[in-house]
C-alpha cells in the first residue's frame, strides 16, 4: 500500500508563487511515476503533470506548460510542484497520484493511477 500526502497549498496573488510537496509512503516510491492532478469547484479533476519514475521524463497540461514544474526527490519519497505566475484560474484544490505500473507514456488519465492523497487548497486571488 501506498500513501500520499499533500502539503503546501495556500492563498497567493496573481503572478505569485507556490511550491506543492507530496510525501509518499513506502520504499518501492522510486518504482511509480508520479502525476499531479487539480479540481476546481463545479469541474472535473483534470490532468496537471507528470514525471516517470527517474524523473528523467515529465509532461504537463497545455494550461500549466511553461509556468509550472514536477520534479522528485526518489531518496526522500518526495514531489513536487513548482507553480509560477499563478492565475486566478489555477484555483483548485491539487492532488497527488501514483502509478505503479510501467507504461511507455506518462498517464494523463485520472484511471491510470493507483494511489491518491487527499489534496491541498491552492487558491489565487485577483
Known amino acids: 500500500q501506498v500513501q500520499l500526502v499533500e502539503s503546501g497549498g495556500g492563498l497567493v496573488q496573481a503572478g505569485g508563487s507556490l511550491r506543492l510537496s507530496c510525501a509518499a509512503s513506502g520504499r518501492t516510491f522510486s518504482n511509480y511515476a508520479m502525476g499531479w492532478f487539480r479540481q476546481a469547484p463545479g469541474k472535473e479533476r483534470e490532468f496537471v503533470a507528470a514525471i516517470n519514475w527517474s524523473g528523467g521524463s515529465t509532461y504537463y497540461a497545455d494550461s500549466v506548460k511553461g509556468r509550472f514544474t514536477i520534479s522528485r526527490d526518489n531518496a526522500k519519497n518526495s514531489v513536487f510542484l513548482e507553480m509560477n505566475s499563478l492565475k486566478p484560474e489555477d484555483t483548485a484544490v491539487y492532488f497527488c497520484?501514483?502509478?505503479?505500473?510501467?507504461?511507455?507514456?506518462?498517464?494523463?488519465?485520472?484511471?491510470?493511477?493507483?494511489?491518491w492523497g487527499q489534496g491541498t487548497q491552492v487558491t489565487v486571488s485577483s
Open positions: 497520484a501514483a502509478d505503479r505500473r510501467f507504461r511507455l507514456r506518462l498517464g494523463v488519465a485520472q484511471s491510470e493511477y493507483d494511489y
